[in-house]
């Protein structure tokens, strides 16, 4: 195993019905509230109406910021933190899915700052310090309730980028199964996508893996696609939800640990697109991941043979690069059968296009290793 | 999986070569620190030396703390917090393995109390306030690097009871794998067992098991069982060490998550075993664990015959107790293999103290529910 350092100093709760605790733990950490939230579906549901109830139960003013994007922008996360300063917030409480979770973690940084925003993105500044943040997850996906991450699009510029620090890690995160009852198909398959994604990027980075780390990383990939169909067949499959929402959590800092430098490579391509074609982040890792494997298995299939046998079941004696292919071909039906594109066309990319975003891409401190040869060859195989 | 809260806010330094960490993550807590070490091995290798010169190259004033005992006694934490009171302490540095680090905990929060110190452990008081803990661990066992428990023997009384407290969890854990080259085969093995026990309480613990956990523990025993004999045949091998440390760590927090109310039944009949007979716990639990899978076997196999197919490959189309026997009867000679004891005789229990430990057992908080007779039973199975 490679040196590590793991700092996860949130209060995680976990289980059907600890969405109660909420006001509680927020009136620890604060009495004046920014109550951060998405579209429409957490106020549709009536949980955004239960979270401010729980808050104004324990004596916590309120403001609210609905609306965050899918992709969440800068220009609302400079607006929630303009709030923060107006009403003297003293604690933002995110309620929704990775977007709402980054777009909080960005407000909660911006609220305490008065220089570019953006800065945070690009790395000019590092985030030093930040409003506490709860989180109320309500979609398994992007493992932000249990990291110091956030990826934020700025509109203006185009450009879809991340950032990190440890005052921005969640100082609660609430972890309720039962809230992701009312997630719909699409976005329960792109959310599992995305949670193998983590686990798989982690995998598929290290030359010489942790032997102990890599089983354990099949485990729960398997895990995530059995529990998968299990929750698509029933939404209200409480085990399932669970599952999605644990291995989800595990993937960001537990099982990434002792690889050595992680690469995010089918991320670094995907922000690119999702931010030139607003699709759904686990839409779009659908297309790339399995054209990432493809890539990496060309210039050496080991790790996606290993992938292969041991997620998918491929067996038989055949040379590895065929094992290989025939892993990512099992992924790729996978992610079909969950309701996914696996074709750029299915995204909307068109092929004139590819050379602009490479190069993009290979402008990206997430891509520039990858540069545009790659991330080129990489198009090719998501065509 | 079952509601839990999960709350791990160490900072986890891993990795060869991180103890020359110790100075700088130590100035970040305090200016005067308490050196912790147990009987010689510390500063037999030189490892103690080289933490009081990194402490004072940060500019610490360092007192020192030596002669911990392998099963901690409360009489040294007491003189230990009176030297912390003396010399107005402001940080604890622990040298050594679960022991040193169990008495480093103690020593911390009753340097910040007044009252009875046995009170922690009887659940009389509960630990509210605790100075900052630095954690260098030298040997692979008891999680204590990474989780909120203490255990400590009070030699008046002959009791051996934990106690727990968030206050107490180590702000910073040096977890050096090579640190970890020179235990004794033993000691490693006995460090192995208590690794597994901790992961097969947990696991034998539930009527239902969340299947995610299951097969992420079983993939962990099977790993510690690979990498014991790896170690013991290369003391110095990196891999072996670093996983032995990093499935310790796992154990206590992450891989118990989701599996309802935890029972330490096997850690409770040790704990009166080791108390008594002051052998060193590894080694009391396999001598326990066994008896206590034979005991829970007989009463419902389905979970130890999971174990037996899963971490030993017992196979064949058998009634589950039988297969359940089998897994025992292999785990049993494993530890045999690596120079364990096995029977009660080894440790010098005598059939007559049988009901005066028995008694004993189920008069602790965490063996009241197990209870007289079945305590007996699996001293039986121990025989």
Redesign the interface.
């Known amino acids: 195993?490679?040196?590590?350092?793991?700092?996860?100093?949130?209060?995680?709760?976990?289980?059907?019905?600890?969405v109660q605790k909420v006001g509680a733990e927020a009136g620890k950490l604060g009495r004046r509230a920014l109550l951060v939230s998405g579209k429409s579906s957490a106020s549709r549901s009536g949980l955004l109406a239960t979270v401010e109830t729980l808050l104004k139960a324990e004596g916590l003013f309120v403001c609210s910021l609905g609306g965050v994007d899918p992709n969440p922008r800068l220009s609302t996360c400079v607006a929630g933190a303009r709030l923060c300063k107006e009403h003297a917030i003293d604690v933002v409480v995110a309620v929704g899915g990775g977007s709402v979770l980054d777009a909080s973690k960005t407000i909660a940084a911006l609220a305490l700052d008065g220089g570019e925003p953006w800065d945070f993105f690009t790395g000019a500044r590092p985030i030093t310090r930040a409003l506490p943040l709860v989180g109320v997850l309500t979609v398994a996906a992007t493992g932000s309730e249990y990291g110091p991450y956030a990826v934020i699009t700025n509109e203006k510029t185009g450009e879809k980028l991340g950032t990190f620090g440890e005052a921005i890690i969640p100082r609660v995160s609430i972890v309720d199964?039962s809230l992701t009852f009312t997630v719909p198909a699409r976005h329960t398959a792109f959310g599992a996508i995305d949670i193998i994604s983590h686990h798989l990027e982690a995998y598929l980075a290290c030359e010489e893996a942790?032997?102990?780390q890599d089983?354990?990383t099949e485990?729960?990939i398997?895990?995530v696609i059995a529990?998968t169909g299990r929750a698509l067949a029933d939404p209200e499959d409480l085990?399932a939800r669970?599952?999605l929402l644990?291995?989800n959590t595990?993937a960001c800092g537990?099982f990434m640990?002792?690889r050595g430098a992680m690469r995010f490579d089918a991320h670094a391509v995907e922000h690119e697109l999702s931010a030139a074609y607003d699709v759904p982040h686990g839409a779009g890792l659908a297309v790339i991941l399995p054209a990432l494997m493809r890539w990496r298995a060309e210039k050496d299939p080991a790790r996606v043979e290993r992938f292969a046998r041991q997620v998918f079941g491929v067996s038989g004696n055949r040379p590895a690069r065929e094992t290989a292919l025939a892993g990512i071909q099992a992924f790729r039906d996978w992610c079909r059968s969950v309701g996914a594109p696996v074709t750029l066309a299915e995204l909307g990319v068109p092929r004139e296009a590819w050379s602009r975003h490479a190069e993009n891409v290979a402008g990206t401190p997430d891509g520039k290793d990858l540069g545009v040869a790659a991330v080129m060859e990489i198009l090719s195989y998501a065509a």
Request: charged share 15%.
């Open positions: 195993m490679k040196n590590f350092e793991l700092f996860l100093p949130t209060r995680y709760q976990f289980g059907a019905g600890v199964p942790p032997l102990i089983e354990l485990v729960v398997r895990s529990h085990e669970s599952c644990w291995a595990l537990v640990a002792g």
